[in-house]
Structures are given as structure tokens and as C-alpha cells.
């Protein structure tokens, strides 16, 4: 018997979809919930899974082309021969007896069960940033890897698709997906490759070269040996389509530009009582939680309540200019950066949860925007947006604003700065916040009320009881 894999409606406002690329291939054997095919909705980006067990006799539809929700993209048959193979393959006969030492490609990494680095509480472990995620090479192997591979996870060669499971790890194992050969169907990275990748023997590290800059060496940070030079081979330039996100970005930023007036403003806030607090609770809420506690959930209560006391930050403005809607509740948007765009996941009804509560949904939005798991729901409907550029060294920043919201928060490098403190000198935690607000509606009276009550906020209050 056939079943039909049809577009599912995927949000309210979604009416149709495009075919990105189909991970299986007619006469494949697919057990229930494999990944069938990556579609790409004006929302988000992500994978189709198998309803049944069985055979995927014929697909209906080719990539890149669009088709409505309710449309027939493949069937499968799962019938009892067709669905043999599958089951079969679940009852493979155990390893030998005679192996006394298990495969090292066979378990999977877990997250909670590596060492993790010591917390530098001055630094911002992002939920937002691919490749500083709190997910950490695993294998000593990874650990050994020369200083080329040992970059954060580059994209695959050009115009080759690569699902999300085979990029998450990636990022965890700090791969360069370039020097990874694929041995799937058209030369497809699969997740084996990865595994082997990884495991694979590396190079013995070069002895130091005894000599009487020793001792400067010893003084002076360790460096690593620049990669070999080489000649770029093959055309020098080459030409590919933007991706359906991308151009959705493109639209989405350059509409805002056009749209709003939008205007600046910047404020230094002293984090030290955060960055104590993170250092004195930091190892137990890991533990408890499986992940760090990162400076965002603290920035993000302390913003629904400066927005809650300033509503003119925390409205949309009609495209006729005839009226304001002031929003008396948050809808926090988070930028997420991803290895396929920038995406906006939202946090709903964020005023009413405390630091915990806010830590916890960061971290599941941000790994679901990146493995391609978000519901298209759960990326509109913001009311105030804040953008992290900071875990990746950014000082200042100026965001342009997610229409149609009047403001965006730009959270910047957490560091430690020598300043004065009642007429003495000292090193604290500092940060800069950056506010582009929309002058159309909000004049600068109006951004700065927002940020004084946003800084005040974190350098006078007391989270201790929320953790």
C-alpha cells in the first residue's frame, strides 16, 4: 500500500512551500521519522519526516520547485516486502563477542557528559552564536587537530546541501566540512564522514625548537603556525542564487531601512554584580541545567520591565502613519545567527518569566532555530527584538530594527575595562547597550528613558533569588 507525504500546513500564514532538497532517493528504505526533505517556507527553513516505514517508490516533486500546503511531494510504500529492509536493519545480529572494545564512531556525544572549560564569567557563551555554542569538541582527537582544522565549522563546498544533523556536528566538533569527503549519493557529506573525519589519526605536533628566546616565549601567549600558502585554483569567481532565506533577509532589512527613521543612542553599563553572580552560581546552574547561564537571561528580564515601564519602545506603527499600537506585553525577539541566516525565534509573553524561565527558552530556541525545528509561529509576532553580536567581539553596533517593531538592542562584548568608582580606580565588568530606535514615533527623550531604566535595572537589582 502507497502513502502519500504531503506539504503539511506549517503556521497559520503559511500557504505554500519550496523543495530544497530531498535526503532520500527513490527506492531508499526509510523508517518512520527519517528526514524525507528540506523545504523552505516564507517562515522558516525545515525537514519533512516519514510518516510510515517502507519504500520511497517516486518523488512528485523536484527541487526548487513551490507547491501549496495539502500537495503530494512523494509516496512510500509500505508494504511487507517494502518495509522489510527496514526492519531488518533494526535487527542486525550484536558485534561480536570476540570485540572486546566498541566502535569509537558508535556512541554519540553527549553534551552533559564532556569536561566542560573553565567559565570565563567576563565572556558571553551565546545561545545565539554557531560556533562558540556551549557544545564542545568531544574526542581528544578534535582536541589534537592542527591549528587549520581546528577553526570554527566551515560551510561545505559551494552548492552542496547539507542536513542539519551533519552541520550540528559539525559545530561540535569544530570540522571544516571543505576537508570532509563525501561518500553519500552525488558526493553528499553524511554523518559518517563527519565521524570518520573526526576520528581520524592527526599529525604529531612539530617539537619547539630549543634557543634563547625562550624566555620570551614563555612570557608571550602561545601562537599557532599560519597555514600553507597556496594558489587559488580553478575560476576565480563564480556566481550562485541566494538561498530563499537570504533573500528574505535582504528584503526584510532593506524594507526597515526604507521604513523607519531610524536614529542611536548608547549606554556603558557595569555588569560586575552579574558576572559575580554568574561566577558564584554559574557551575551549579550548569549542572542542573545542562547548559551555562550566559549574561542574556538577565539582559532580557531587565528589558521586559524597562519595556513595561516605557511602552513607546515596546509599539508598531501603521504603514499609513495614522496610529501607534502600544503593546502591554512582551514579545521578545532573539537573534539567532545560523549557518543559513539570520533568524528571529520569539520569545511570547517573556514579561512573565524570571531569569530562569528566560535562560531556558533562549537555549531551546536558539538549538531549534539552528537545527531547523522552529515552528513557523514561533518566528513572528515580536513586539521588541535584541541582537547579540557581542560573543563575537563586537564593541559597538548599530542593528537596524525588525520591522515592525519601533526599537532593537544590540548587547555587546562583556570585558573587563579600568574605570572610577567613587574616586577610585578599578577593573569591572562592563558593556555596552545600543538602542536604534525608530525617531518616526520615539525621540531621543524617549530612547534614553528606556536605556536609563534598562541600565539601572541590571546594576541595582538582585537575581540571586531567581536562580
Known amino acids: 500500500m502507497a502513502t502519500k507525504v504531503e506539504m503539511p500546513q506549517m503556521g497559520e500564514s503559511v500557504v505554500e512551500g519550496t523543495i530544497l532538497n530531498w535526503l532520500k532517493a527513490e527506492g531508499d528504505t526509510v523508517d518512520v521519522d527519517d528526514p524525507l526533505v528540506e523545504v523552505s517556507t516564507d517562515k522558516v527553513d525545515t525537514e519533512i519526516p516519514s510518516p510510515v516505514a ?37 535487527e542486525e545480529a550484536p558485534p561480536s563477542e570476540e ?25 558571553e557563551e551565546p545561545e545565539e552564536k554557531p560556533a562558540q555554542e ?13 591549528a587549520a582544522s581546528a577553526a570554527p565549522a566551515q560551510e561545505a563546498p559551494a552548492g552542496q546541501a547539507m542536513s542539519p544533523i551533519v552541520r550540528r556536528l559539525a559545530r561540535e566538533h569544530n570540522v571544516d566540512l571543505t576537508q570532509v569527503r563525501g561518500t553519500g549519493a552525488g558526493g553528499r557529506i553524511t554523518r559518517d564522514d563527519v565521524l570518520a573525519f573526526v576520528e581520524r589519526p592527526t599529525p604529531a605536533a612539530p617539537a619547539a625548537a630549543p634557543g634563547d628566546g625562550q624566555r620570551a616565549a614563555a612570557a608571550a601567549p602561545a601562537r599557532v603556525t599560519p597555514p600553507a600558502t597556496r594558489e587559488a585554483g580553478g575560476d576565480r569567481t563564480e556566481s550562485q542564487p541566494l538561498t530563499r532565506i537570504r533573500k528574505l533577509i535582504a528584503e526584510h532589512m532593506r524594507k526597515s531601512l526604507d521604513t523607519s527613521a531610524r536614529a542611536w543612542n548608547v549606554v556603558d553599563v557595569d555588569m560586575e554584580p552579574i558576572a559575580q553572580l554568574r561566577a558564584r552560581v554559574g557551575e551549579e546552574f550548569r549542572k542542573r541545567e545542562g547548559f551555562s547561564l550566559t549574561y542574556m537571561p ?120 579600568v574605570v572610577v568608582v567613587d574616586d577610585m580606580i578599578a577593573v569591572r565588568h562592563r558593556e555596552f547597550l545600543s538602542l536604534s530606535w525608530d525617531h518616526r514615533l520615539l525621540d531621543g527623550a524617549d530612547a534614553m528613558r ?17 536562580l
Open 99 to 123: 570485540k572486546e572494545e566498541p566502535k569509537a564512531e558508535e556512541p554519540e556525544p553527549k553534551e552533559e557528559e564532556q569536561p566542560q572549560p573553565e567559565e570565563k564569567p567576563d565572556a
Open 298 to 417: 538577565f539582559i532580557s528580564r531587565a528589558v521586559c520591565d524597562a519595556l513595561l515601564a516605557h511602552p513607546i519602545a515596546n509599539a508598531s506603527v501603521s504603514e499609513d502613519l495614522t496610529e501607534a499600537t502600544y503593546h502591554h506585553y512582551v514579545n521578545l525577539g532573539i537573534a539567532v545567527a545560523t549557518d543559513y541566516g539570520l533568524i528571529v525565534p520569539v520569545i511570547k509573553g517573556a514579561e512573565a518569566l524570571n531569569v530562569v524561565g528566560l535562560a531556558r527558552a533562549i537555549r531551546d530556541l536558539g538549538e531549534r532555530a539552528r537545527d531547523k525545528k522552529l515552528n513557523p509561529d514561533e518566528v513572528g509576532g515580536s513586539t521588541f527584538t535584541i541582537t547579540n553580536p557581542g560573543p563575537f567581539g563586537s564593541y559597538v553596533s548599530l542593528p537596524v530594527i525588525n520591522q515592525p517593531n519601533v526599537a532593537i538592542l544590540g548587547t555587546e562584548v562583556v570585558e573587563k575595562r
Open 450 to 466: 528606556f536605556l536609563a531604566r534598562l541600565k539601572e535595572n541590571l546594576e541595582t537589582w538582585d537575581f540571586s533569588h531567581e
Open 134 to 146: 556551549e557544545k564542545r569538541p568531544a574526542a581528544a582527537a578534535t582536541a589534537a587537530r592542527p
Open 54 to 90: 517502507g519504500k520511497l517508490v517516486k518523488i512528485l516533486v523536484q527541487e526548487g520547485d513551490t507547491v501549496e500546503v495539502g500537495t503530494a511531494l512523494a509516496e512510500i510504500d509500505e508494504g511487507g516486502e517494502a518495509a522489510a529492509p527496514a526492519a531488518e536493519k533494526k
